[in-house]
Structures are given as C-alpha cells and as structure tokens.
C-alpha cells in the first residue's frame, strides 16, 4: 500500500506538471485523460468532475477533435468514452446538458448488447450464452459459473493445492436466490448487477459492454465478502473453443500448456490466458487484472481461481482465514477469429490492467496539444 501510494504520487505530480503546459480552455470543466500504453486506444474514463451548481441532469462531451463523444452520469461520475494516442494526454471537454444523448447500447436484467456482443443472463444469475456478432460465433458450451472446491491440502495449506481435490466436481456453485437489476443504462455502458449469497459469503457481479473500442470485451466486475472456509473460489469458463494447449501470458512472453495433469495443474500467468480452437478459426481470450492462478480440466474449460481458504487439519490456524474480507475483483472475455495474434487481443488484457488515468484541470491556455 505505501509504494502504491508513493507511485500515485509521483503520477500526479508528473501528470500536473504536463497538463500545465496543455490548453486547457473548454467550455465546461477540462479533464486530461493519460493513455499510459504503447498503442493508440478507445476506453472509457470514469472521472469525478466537480460542476458549478451541482451535478447535472446529464453531459455531454468533446473530444480534442472538436467531436462529441459517448457519455453519461453514472453513480456520481462522468463515464466517457476516451480515444487516445500511445503514452500521451489528451483533453476532454466536460459540460453540463438537460437532454440525454442516443445510446446504441441495450439492456434489460436478462441480457446485454453492443455492436460486437450479445449477452445473455439466465435466470440463476449466471451468464449463459456470449454472441460475438464479428465471428458469428457462441463463445460459451455452457453459463459461467462461480464455482466453490473443497480445498483441504495434506501439508503446508498457505501454498499447497491437492491434485486430488481440483479433480473433484465443484462442492457447490454460487447461486440462490438472485437479485438482478440494470445498473447502468447509458450510451457509454451498460451494466447488469447480480448479487447472491452462497456458503456464508456475499457475492456482487457486475456484468457491462461498452461503447467503441472498448466494447470488444465484456468485463465482469466483482465485489466479494469472502466468508468460506476449506475451499476455493473459481470462475468457471465452458467455451466452445476446444484445444488440450492454452496460451498463457507472462508478460515477457507466452507459453503453452496442456490439460491438467498430476504433476501440473494450477499454474501461473499474468494478464490473460487464451483457448484457441484446434481448428485455428476462432477462439477466446479470458482477461484478468490481479488473479494468476487457473486450471484447464478439459479441452474446453478454464477456471480462474478467484480466492482460497484452505483447510489446515488442525494446524496452522492463522491459515485457515486467509482470504477472507472484502476483495474487488475484475476479469473480462473477449472472442476473435483466427488465433489471438491476428486480433491482438493481448492488448484487451493490458488494456484492462491500466485503465486510462484522469485528472480535472483548471482552465489555462498552454503550448501543448
């Protein structure tokens, strides 16, 4: 926490030095949006603007080529859609307005969609079918599913997972009664909130497309009060996709790996595993910021382990409540067609690592631009 703390520092004061030399004169409040990636991109921004007179009824938003873009109030903030050039700040332009703007974007508590995806949600509160209209392809053989493993290794439990125990069917899926609401409906995103109770723990999904660029993943965001003992939590990925090697990213390179195996079975990667069909002709990259540890069980199946409480057998006792508390947690999907080289679907995982960073600016003109 200190040396995040100390990095955010040194960003804003390198982020405030730069943005006093740009232009910063609009119309409403100036917001300068850093790209800290080596590729031109379309994201969204969520920033906190402060308005005269209060928060308004709605926004609207230029970009730095004069053009409105894609926006909305959601949960206190202005969320826009940002397109910017590699490792460079732009300035975007944030003003009041009393009418709403057209969305091309569509939800209900059932289903989500954009340009690229359509989104399905069953009535478990899972996720059951992804369309990705570029491939005309169904991404998913089965829903996607928060899966609860009994995880009671025979020694050192911090560390050790049992080949025996991942081999089992999961003890339990998180499920229940399931409260699903639309939790943003907007032309930048839209978003469907599920929120279950299962084993003790408390579990909020957050499902939501976006506008642009950014619409070509689906991004699952999670708020966990983890509260389970002996076990561990993964989501579950049943793809249509079918291949015994995955890829997995370690950010200074890939390697391939097969199904599970005794000697082998939960292994590291970094920010995204890819399962591309044996055909060569379509596939799916699953996207994550925080968790690297997974399992393959099958050809099909990824599973992303999200948290872990093992049981400990009478020892280690501090062990036994590892984990437990409030995590934030975010991973997406996103589909392609070929392998994961010809759409890049590398850089969605980068892409969800390092959001586009904001920063209000008073008006000032500048050299910049």
Known sequence: VLAMNQFASVMTSAASAIASQLDTQTKGSAIVVYNPLSIERED????????????PKNVRVIGPDGREVPAQLSNGKVVFLAKTPPVSFS??????SETAPDSQLSVSPSSLENARYRVTINNEGD???????????ELLSAPIRLAILTDRPRQWPAWNMDFEDVQRPPRAFVGGSANVRVNEDGPARVSVAIVRETEDSKFVQTVSLSAGDAGNRVEFSNVIDWNTKQGNLKATFPLTATNSLATYNWDVGTIQRPNAAERQFE??????????DRSGSFGATILTDCKFGSDKPDDKTIRLTLLRTPGTRGSYNDQATQDFGRHEIVFGLTGHSGDWHRDRTDWQGYRLNQPLIVFQSPSHPGTLN
């Open 44 to 55: 969204l921004v969520e920033a906190t603007v402060s308005f005269e007179g209060g928060a």
């Open 91 to 96: 300035v975007y332009d944030v003003q009041p």
């Open 127 to 137: 996720v059951s079918s992804i369309l990705d209209k570029q491939t005309s392809r």
């Open 267 to 276: 292994v590291g990667s970094h920010q995204w595993i890819d399962l591309t």
